[in-house]
């Protein structure tokens, strides 16, 4: 770090900032693309002549003038922890760049199409490539400043208000990032690369405001005032509905993210507490889904009877349980990487019983079909659409009604767990076993108990989804799904709850944007896996401890081994992230 | 009692494919303490390099030639695999060499399902099952009333065979011999003049090598291949290494053995048959974890995994 270089300069850090943020600001009026696309014109006017009309801005020039203007107050005014922000707002400039460039280049036939060709030019995407890098080379001469402290000390109604704006302003970006890009599909041909421009933008505003302690602060505040924060984020999730978002579409989209959401849940209090990697988790899910099927009455079901919702969930949660203990009985022998294998033998075996439909349960290749809808004390049933406070919302949204409390129920289990004996024991194993063997704690029994919670969590949401969905198919709990579940904890950043929350977001949102590129949507999954571990293995919203055991720094967040670009310090306390 | 020798020839047969995965497993655990989970795709990558070897390399003369062609298309399916295995190793494990053991095992997971969709997409028809050549080696022998297929006998024997090799030269050579020491203490080999990275990379090489000779041979053997060939039998292959002792060479492969022979007996003679014979080989996984972790050959301080 004390090397000399170019970089280390101010006066040539500050210079690049404020390029780096102008051409951002240019290349949101630059022409994109020198020809119309076959499937019409890219997004939103990006295909202009030179100067045409240059401030006819929409969509993703929108956002890249935005974050373009942010990036020029920023770099020119004094703001406290300058450099961070600089260095998130140049790389959601970079990634908007990229992606553009990426899908242009290669929709429309090469280089040229981005560059010049025919006498045109078309010179956006690359001006806020540079841009971004400007911005990220204008950070690196010299370490990150500390995130700044803002003060919580607030009368009350003053921070209610600025947690309720917080939150309002989180609920419209959940919806705008919904949204994003419209339906994938046929319909909107470019709803992909619109998407992940936005997912750009909205990752490097956040990360600037990350930078600036905003969302330190914000959290802080709604540790301060817990109670009042969980009502306003319940309120906000539920009125999401009345928002753009609230299409029918868009409501099956966010109830099934939702359902994944639990189950990412539950899956963290294995592994991301007690850190046990579980390779056949998705199989709990498949307990609770078929169970409830073959007790709700559905057409295939050889047991005829059609109980109760809350009886129904009951069952499957105790027989999911059960089955989580079995699974986790191993653990009392085997520990680490064999323990995942057998996690996954077993997620196996479920599999290929549900295949052949083992004892008529499942329906094999047919499936589990019809299941009945879930019905409203009056009689409604859960599919259809309803009139609530004069609005009229599509069907599907008393599903997402029902995911939501359900999340929020599943969250406050995990919370307190995580803070209970039990929790306390389950991180003490997952750093030293022996040790907290040594320190008087059962850890056979606390191991199982993590399973088996993990799998009640699981059963409960599969009850859900199975009435839902109304199918339930041996297809849905497949070994990529157990895969892609763990993904979304680790992404999200082990042991910590908004994190699973949107680590299960992106992974089942992005296949349904990028319809488009469904081929290659495994792909850049695994992928992008390799590059988390290499780079991030803490995930994005990481856990207090889990963050100082994978970023190789200790509990209080300081960087051990003096790396630039080292993770940003928690808080003096190693508190719990607060439940967002 | 014809039906129980047939039998039990197939499942030597697959043992002999299993084991051959399941040596590559065994190394690579045995000196970094990693599951390979990209190990069962190597497997895959090496049939399909055959294959493109098979279809656009050799000239159209000699394909029935079977001396000509069968050794090429090893040569290749080996050469691919490790080139592949050596690129996963240097990008993705290596710069994970000292992280928390999760993490190195979810980059071994994303590893596989990328390479897997990476055939997918663009090897061309790889979206379905793809015949593969076989007119160079075809016909059984008949030993009384039973039938061992050529291809067959060949994967059995290759298998010993590269098995004994292996451990002459892990048991003999000097890079042998810096392998175990690596294997016991990193650290301590380091200071013996060993380099534990070019030893670890040697390691991946060997294990890639054989995986890729198992997939040439058991497409040559089956006829055809998909690209889902390599997880199934990835997990099979890593359930012979546990069985026979994880570190242990000749553990591996008997324990592949082993494994052919559940399958198909279980196949055969358990309730479910075919349908639920995979069944029983996690099932044999589970007891042996749990029953005895160290595996029929393996050292007892090397359980605590």
């Not at chain 1, 997952?430 to 606390?446: F, L, V």
């Not at chain 1, 999954?525 to 780079?535: E, S, T, V």
């Not at chain 2, 003369?61 to 190793?89: Q, R």
């Not at chain 2, 060479?249 to 075919?274: D, H, N, S």
Request: glycine share 12%; net charge neutral; aromatic share 10%.
């Amino acid at each position: 770090m004390s090397e000399k270089t170019f970089f280390t300069n101010p006066a040539v850090s500050r210079v690049l900032g404020v390029a780096g943020a102008v051409l951002a600001v240019i290349a949101a009026m630059l022409p994109w693309s020198t020809f119309l696309l076959n499937k019409g014109a890219y997004p939103d006017k990006a295909t202009l002549q030179f100067f045409d009309a240059p401030f006819e801005l929409t969509g993703f020039r929108w956002e890249l003038l935005i974050i373009g203007v942010v990036a020029l107050v920023c770099a020119v005014a004094k703001v406290p922890a300058q450099r961070r922000v600089l260095r998130g707002l140049g790389a959601g400039i970079f990634a908007i760049g990229l992606i553009n460039f990426g899908f242009i280049a290669s929709a429309g036939g090469g280089l040229g199409a981005v560059t010049a060709l025919d006498g045109t030019f078309a010179f956006g995407s690359v001006a806020a490539l540079v841009a971004g890098v400007l911005l990220v080379l204008a950070t690196i001469g010299q370490p990150l400043e500390e995130i700044p402290r803002w003060s919580t000390k607030l009368p009350t109604p003053v921070a209610y208000l600025g947690l309720v704006v917080s939150f309002a302003a989180l609920l419209y970006v959940v919806s705008l990032t919904l949204t994003a890009g419209g339906q994938g599909g046929a319909a909107s041909p470019y709803s992909g690369p619109m998407f992940l421009s936005f997912l750009g933008f909205a990752g490097g505003m956040f990360a600037g405001a990350a930078g600036l302690g905003v969302l330190k602060w914000i959290s802080r505040l709604s540790e301060q005032h817990r109670v009042f924060s969980i009502v306003v984020l319940l309120l906000c999730a539920l009125s999401l509905p009345f928002t753009d978002a609230g299409s029918e579409y868009w409501m099956t989209v966010a109830a099934n993210i939702g359902v994944y959401a639990a189950t990412a849940i539950g899956l963290n209090i294995v592994v991301g507490l007690a850190g046990l990697l579980d390779l056949g988790y998705v199989a709990f899910l498949g307990i609770g889904a078929f169970v409830a099927a073959n007790l709700s009455g559905a057409a295939a079901s050889q047991l005829g009877i059609h109980l109760p919702f809350y009886l129904v969930v009951i069952i499957s949660a105790a027989i999911a349980g059960i089955f989580g203990a079995i699974v986790g009985s191993p653990t009392l022998r085997v520990r680490g990487d064999y323990l995942a294998i057998v996690t996954l033998a077993f997620g196996e075996i479920f599999q290929i019983a549900a295949r052949n439909n083992i004892g008529g349960l499942t329906g094999g290749s047919n499936a589990m079909p019809n299941i009945p809808a879930l019905e409203w004390f009056d009689g409604t049933a859960f599919n259809e659409s309803i009139t609530l406070f004069g609005a009229k919302l599509p069907s599907g949204v008393l599903y997402y009604f029902l995911i939501v409390l359900l999340i929020a129920a599943v969250m406050t289990v995990f919370a307190n767990l995580k803070n209970s004996r039990m929790g306390r024991a389950w991180i003490a194993i997952r750093e030293d076993e022996d040790a907290a063997r040594a320190m008087g704690i059962k850890t056979g029994q606390a191991k199982i108990l993590a399973f088996l919670c993990g799998a009640v969590l699981a059963g409960i949401a599969g009850a859900v989804f199975a009435h839902k969905t109304s199918t339930v198919s041996y297809e849905s709990f497949l070994f990529m799904e157990s895969v892609t579940l763990l993904a979304a904890v680790i992404l999200g950043g082990m042991g910590s709850i908004p994190g699973a929350v949107l680590g299960a977001s992106l992974l089942f949102v992005l296949p349904e944007k990028l319809r488009e590129f469904s081929d290659y949507r495994l792909l850049i999954f695994g992928l992008a896996l390799i590059l988390i571990m290499r780079f991030r293995p803490q995930g994005l919203i990481p856990d207090a401890h889990r963050r100082a055991e994978l970023a190789g720094e200790d509990a209080e967040g300081h960087t051990l081994q003096d790396k630039p670009g080292g993770d940003e310090p928690e808080q003096p306390k190693p508190q719990e992230v607060p439940a967002r | 009692m014809t039906t129980l020798l047939q039998q039990l020839v197939y499942g030597l047969i697959l043992g002999g494919t299993v084991g051959l995965i399941a040596l590559g497993y065994t190394m690579v655990y045995g000196i970094v303490q990693l599951i390979n989970f990209a190990h069962g795709e190597i497997f895959m990558v090496g049939a399909f390099g055959a294959l493109a070897t098979f279809t656009w390399v050799i000239p159209e003369g000699v394909k029935g030639t079977w001396y000509i062609t069968l050794p090429l298309m090893v040569i290749a399916g080996a050469v691919v695999s490790m080139v592949i295995a050596l690129i996963i190793e240097r990008l993705a494990y290596k710069p994970l060499r000292n992280a928390p053991r999760l993490a190195p095992l979810i980059t071994a997971l994303g590893v596989s399902v990328a390479l897997k969709e990476a055939v997918r997409i663009w090897y061309p028809g790889a979206t379905a099952p793809l015949p593969f050549p076989k007119e160079f080696l075809t016909g059984s022998i008949e030993l009384g009333s039973i039938l061992i297929p050529k291809t067959g006998l060949l994967i059995i024997v290759v298998a010993v065979v590269l098995t004994v090799l292996l451990q002459v030269y892990i048991n003999t050579s000097r890079m042998g011999r810096a392998m175990r020491a690596t294997a016991q203490d990193p650290d301590t080999a380091r200071l013996m003049g060993i380099n534990p990275d070019r030893t670890i990379v040697l390691t991946f090489a060997i294990g890639a090598v054989l995986a890729g000779v198992a997939g040439v041979l058991y497409g040559v053997h089956i006829n055809n291949i998909s690209i889902d060939i390599g997880f199934q039998n990835g997990i099979f292959a890593f359930t012979a290494a546990v069985l026979g002792g994880i570190g242990s060479i000749r553990g591996a492969v008997i324990g592949g053995f082993v494994i052919g022979l559940v399958k198909t007996i279980a196949g055969q003679y358990f309730p479910g048959g075919t349908q639920y014979d995979y069944v029983w080989i996690f099932v044999v996984l589970i007891a042996v974890l749990v029953f005895r972790p160290q595996g029929l050959f393996g050292e007892t301080e090397r359980v605590r995994a």
